[in-house]
């Protein structure tokens, strides 16, 4: 009997919070759309559709939820101090399959002395360095390239859990090949994500327990299809007459 109880608690509190993480998903991604056709409708008003990817990424700037709605690949990229606080902002663009950087706080892409838009890996290069800052009034020197990070982890509660030297042990190329900026900057595709994420374990969590019910406790529960069912029989089917 004991086990019971349990068992019911579970089942129902599984149910309280699987009908409410439905709702919070509905929710939240009615959100996400709404944000998502107003970014759609803002980047349509200010970027051609006929515009190549280096004229829009020019247009757009490291804006880069802009930049995404507009269908143009762009990630942001911290400039970091040697002891890792951020100290400038940029964005890297893939424009014909080179991530070049794009700073939106001088409006600029950044440019060697013949035109050619620089890499982050460019920009390492003193020579080089100099050639793109050397055209942009009033640049500060500090805004180097040696250190860098694409990921806030910050962003994340407690400090990210000290996540990044977990994953620089773990995984040292980690920073290249996960682009969380979206999901940690943006709030309504942070929720819908981590909602529809809960949504599934909730469903993993309550076929497990209807299983556990039928063919191992034995315990009598509340079927919803069939319940479901017998009230739109008897709603929907006239009553007969004798």
């Keep these: 009997m004991k086990s019971h109880r349990i068992f019911r608690t ?49 247009a757009i700037l490291a804006f880069l939820n802009l930049s995404r709605s507009s269908g143009l690949e762009a990630r942001r990229l911290l400039l970091l101090t040697p002891n890792r606080n951020t100290k400038h902002v940029v964005a890297e663009v893939n424009v014909d399959g080179r991530w070049v950087i794009a700073d939106a706080t001088y409006r600029v892409m950044m440019k060697d002395a013949q035109g050619n838009l620089l890499t982050r890996k460019d920009l390492q290069n003193p020579e080089l360095f100099r050639q793109a800052t050397s055209q942009i009034p009033n640049y500060i020197q500090d805004y180097s390239y040696e250190h860098f990070a694409h990921i806030r982890l910050a962003a994340l509660p407690l400090q990210g859990f000290h996540l990044r030297q977990v994953l620089d042990r773990v995984f040292p190329a980690w920073d290249e090949y996960l682009d969380w900026s979206l999901l940690l ?58």
């Design 185 to 242: 900057e943006r709030r309504s595709f942070l929720y819908f994500f981590v909602c529809v994420n809960f949504l599934i374990f909730l469903l993993f969590a309550r076929v497990l327990l209807a299983w556990l019910a039928d063919h191992r406790l034995a315990v009598p529960r509340f079927r919803l299809r069939a319940n479901l069912s017998r009230a739109a029989a008897a709603f929907f089917t006239s009553p007969e007459i004798k």
């Design 10 to 58: 579970l089942w129902w509190s599984c149910n309280a919070l699987l009908v409410a993480t439905l709702l919070a998903t509905v929710w939240t991604g009615a959100w996400e759309y709404s944000v998502r056709q107003y970014l759609d409708g803002f980047s349509d008003a200010i970027i051609a559709e006929s515009s190549t990817p280096r004229e829009k990424a020019e």
